[in-house]
């Protein structure tokens, strides 16, 4: 609970003890409250705003981040953004909390650092955890630069009569090698039954570090990571490709579910560094390929052709995970230049506007565009319609579909016909997080 003005008034609660989630509880049966802010926008914050919202409290997310769920890079976190206001649910990001407002010891409303006022009777305050390493300190053990306490690959503290699992130590990322705080309460059990196992039979078993493997639920969505993010990838100096693909779960007479996956790989040697998936298909599935090939030190080659379960039923012949690991190959070896929908939206807003190409049929067009100033020109009918093209060679392009595959083919007929500067929008019409014309 952080020390702001308020913070004692009645009606605000953390969701730390099984206390705060009987008083939530109470709250959601008696249908009482009206209006809820939840503090924080991150795993804790997104899934109790799901709760209250399906309680019938009219809810408003506050994040000081510009972006919700910050594990997730912008593009994946905007498409959840989307999700969440589809439901009816206010998000504010990049503006903090300054003060909550009471009267009569009650909560009756927060002020934001930009002076907005929002009434409310209840306040979710979920800003993050913190290593609960006091008895460690206490007692002379040695603590990290995370807040978490010290430990080896057998759980043993720096004394090595003592051990110590779960969210109060800090361990290594298997990809960087820094020591990280990951609060997961799986990683808690393996490390406990690590550390028991050694406590009582020697140092027989170790634990190796972690991925940073998470996935939430949030509604009809789920959203993932594992691995790093392209901005932790740039962080600790990787030279990075990034690729997004759009694509369902499983065939559509199967009634597959949308998919929208980011991968972050290596670009000198193809070793996959990390991937997120959000949408309301399997992602739980594709998140758990992704860890086993970053935990396996899969490169794009060794993953390409991956021998995984095929039915109508469960997947795509081409399953969503190899799709993605094709596309990036190609982003690899030159044949695809690609172009994230957050990149197109900054061209946008900086007043540089490409010649924007959608190869849709008419009838997709009518029902949904973005209204960007787009061009339609079907792909079947692009060889005979190229006139309608830019006259310059060198003018920017950009093609995009639905989920931009006949994007993608499109763009190969223009650099065959001599435009040299095509960029395909990854994951087309279906990864784009803002707002459409229709």
């Not at 609060?183 to 020697?202: F, K, S």
């Not at 939206?345 to 959608?358: I, Q, T, V």
């Amino acid at each position: 609970m952080p020390p702001i003005p308020g913070h004692d008034l009645s009606g605000i609660t953390t969701l730390q003890s099984m206390k705060d989630a009987d008083f939530l509880r109470k709250i959601h049966d008696e249908k009482k409250i009206k209006k809820a802010v939840v503090i924080g926008g991150g795993l804790i914050g997104i899934e109790t705003c799901e709760a209250l919202q399906l309680a019938g409290i009219d809810i408003t997310v506050i994040e000081m981040a510009p972006q919700i769920l910050t594990f997730l890079d912008p593009e994946i976190a905007a498409l959840v953004e989307k999700h969440i206001r589809i439901k009816s649910v206010n998000v504010i990001t990049g503006n903090g909390l300054a003060s909550f407002l009471g009267e009569n010891g009650r909560l009756t409303g927060v002020k934001l650092q930009n002076g907005t006022e929002l009434s409310c009777e209840l306040a979710v305050v979920a800003i993050g955890v913190r290593p609960n390493s006091k008895l460690a300190k206490d007692s002379g053990l040695a603590v990290g630069t995370t807040g978490g306490i010290t430990v080896n690959e057998f759980m043993q503290t720096s004394d090595p009569s003592i051990y110590a699992a779960g969210d109060c130590t800090e361990i290594n990322n298997l990809i960087t090698g820094k020591k990280v705080h990951a609060p997961y309460g799986d990683l808690a059990n393996l490390q406990g039954r690590v550390a028991g196992e050694n406590a009582v039979l020697g140092n027989s078993v170790t634990f190796s570090g972690t991925i940073q493997t998470g996935i939430c639920k949030i509604f009809e969505f789920s959203a993932g990571s594992t691995g790093l993010t392209e901005q932790a990838a740039r962080k600790h100096g990787y030279e990075i490709e990034t690729v997004i693909n759009a694509s369902p779960d499983k065939p559509g007479f199967m009634n597959g579910k949308l998919l929208v996956t980011k991968m972050v790989a290596d670009k000198n040697n193809g070793r996959i560094l990390g991937a997120q998936c959000t949408g309301p298909g399997d992602v739980s599935r594709q998140l758990s390929q992704w860890a086993l090939a970053i935990m396996g030190k899969f490169t794009v080659n060794d993953a390409i052709n991956s021998d995984l379960p095929y039915a109508p039923p469960f997947s795509s012949a081409i399953d969503h995970f190899i799709t993605t690991v094709h596309l990036m190959q190609n982003k690899l070896k030159g044949r695809l230049a690609g172009i994230s929908c957050t990149a197109v939206k900054d061209k946008l807003d900086s007043g540089n506007k490409p010649f924007f190409l959608d190869v849709r049929n008419p009838d997709e067009y009518e029902s949904m565009r973005l209204g960007i100033g787009e061009t339609l020109i079907p792909l079947g009918a692009l060889r005979k319609r190229l006139s309608e093209m830019p006259a310059d060679k060198n003018s920017e392009i950009i093609t995009y579909c639905k989920i931009s595959l006949r994007g993608y083919e499109a763009s190969l007929i223009l650099k065959a016909n001599g435009w040299n500067n095509v960029l395909v929008m990854e994951g087309g019409i279906m990864a784009w997080p803002f707002n459409r014309e229709k």
